[in-house]
């Protein structure tokens, strides 16, 4: 039987692609053998190069995965392979990447990897200056830890506190009236002992809906007692912090005791702003929480210790500080207050660029003929009667040095 003429061609064709496939393989086979021998000559302490070890490019591609001459086995061609050692199935990493660019901050190079993820936004505005990102522009960010909804209806999670997100709209919206009536007996409980106390001082009822309504920025801080947000007054369009209570019961108590002195220090001891005391806005219930409404104040001179390293400050500066804690200290004396929790940390700057401070933090402040607590004060802070665990506290007496940095 005679086979058609094409059919023959196709597979002399096919016979000269295999011998020309063979011998393509025996070469680069031969040039790494050759590469291999070359490296071997070295000294044992000189380490091999990385083309030493993967060969040519041409071989590279050949070949699927570097080898090493740990053994060797015979493919199916009839030529020797060698088989790759576990010690060199590691990939040879470089310390610097090869393709980098300048931080424009601190003049450091960034990886390729760092500069498309920490970095994105730096990025983005070196290709395009005119581009801007800021967190408070990031639409319902949210801002309480933990976020997942457990009580008041969904807005409130598992410890009581308020579900703040960005842009989110602080009082004056009418959901925001309903109100536990235990609260607001508590609240008129504690307003009408106040003007028992003090019958020329006046106290601002606490609304239901603020006058005033106010936009999440960001957040600012979160403790025990609740969380405090950067915010907008949209009337007014004045940046200030609002400090949003837990919707429990005892925090709502001891919040209103601040409101309550804070009143008291405002308008009838430094109605004028002179003596270096927090200044207290408005205040509201937003959803069972009660709302603080405070100045936007600066860094707390913890804070300010911490950046200068726990070096200390100096004598000048400390100087200025020490006049007007002690002018705060004798208004609250006059006022027989006791401030319970003085401490670096609720001593803020009310800027960067000024040396003034003010006095903050006034929730577990209280007067000296109705102490609520026997502990009080912040351990490293605590002042000597507390220490004796005497009962009859007064206003003369603080610890204004910090243990910690002795």
């Keep these: 039987m ?43 302490s000189q380490a091999p190069s990385t083309e030493q070890y993967y060969g040519s490019r041409s071989a590279s591609r050949t070949s699927s995965h570097p080898q090493h001459p ?28 090869v393709e ?19 970095h994105l936004a730096d990025t983005y505005r070196l290709v395009n ?17 933990p976020s997942k909804p457990a009580g008041n209806n969904g807005l409130d999670n598992e410890d009581s506190d308020y579900i703040l997100y960005v842009n989110d709209i602080l009082g004056g919206s009418p959901s925001s009236t309903t109100t536990d009536p235990n609260q607001l007996q508590l609240l008129q409980q504690q307003q009408h002992q106040q003007q028992q106390q003090d019958p020329n001082h006046q106290i601002r009822s606490i609304r239901s809906s603020a006058s005033h309504k106010y936009l999440i920025l960001d957040v600012l801080g979160q403790g025990t007692f609740g969380q405090v947000v950067k915010c907008q007054d949209m009337k007014t369009h004045q940046v200030v ?11 709502f108590s001891q919040s209103m005791m601040e409101v309550t002195i804070l009143e008291l220090l405002n308008n009838t001891w430094d109605p004028e702003n002179k003596h270096h005391i927090l200044r207290m806005k408005d205040t509201f219930i937003h959803h069972n929480h009660l709302c603080l409404v405070f ?14 390293s726990f070096r200390g ?24 207050l006791i401030h319970c929790d003085l401490k670096p940390e609720n001593i803020l700057l009310t800027s960067l660029s000024s040396p003034e401070i003010k006095v903050i933090d006034f929730g577990s402040a209280c007067h000296e003929r109705q102490t609520v607590y026997t502990y009080i004060q912040s351990r490293f802070y605590r002042s000597p009667e507390v220490i004796l665990g005497l009962h009859s506290f007064t206003s003369s007496y603080t610890l204004l040095e910090d243990p910690r940095t002795e």
């Design 241 to 251: 912090a609002v400090k949003v209570v837990k919707n429990k019961q005892a925090y």
């Design 313 to 336: 400050l100096s004598t000048s500066l400390v100087r200025v500080f020490t006049n007007q804690l002690l002018d705060a200290l004798t208004v609250l004396n006059e006022a027989h």
């Design 70 to 97: 740990s053994a060797t086995q015979t493919d199916q061609i009839g030529f020797r392979r060698l088989i790759p050692g576990s010690a060199h199935l590691f990939p040879i990493l470089h310390d610097t990447p």
């Design 100 to 118: 980098r660019r300048v931080n424009p901050y601190d003049g450091t190079f960034i990886s390729p990897l760092s500069a498309l993820t920490i």
């Design 295 to 308: 100045e936007l104040l600066s860094s707390n001179l913890y804070e300010l210790i911490k950046q200068n």
């Design 2 to 44: 005679n086979l058609p003429a094409n059919n023959i061609n196709n597979s002399n064709q096919q016979q000269q692609q295999q011998q020309q496939q063979q011998h393509q393989y025996y070469t680069n086979n031969t040039n790494y053998h050759q590469n291999l021998n070359q490296s071997s000559s070295h000294s044992s």
């Design 129 to 145: 200056p005119a581009f801007r990102y800021e967190l408070s522009l990031n639409p319902r960010r949210v801002l309480t830890k």
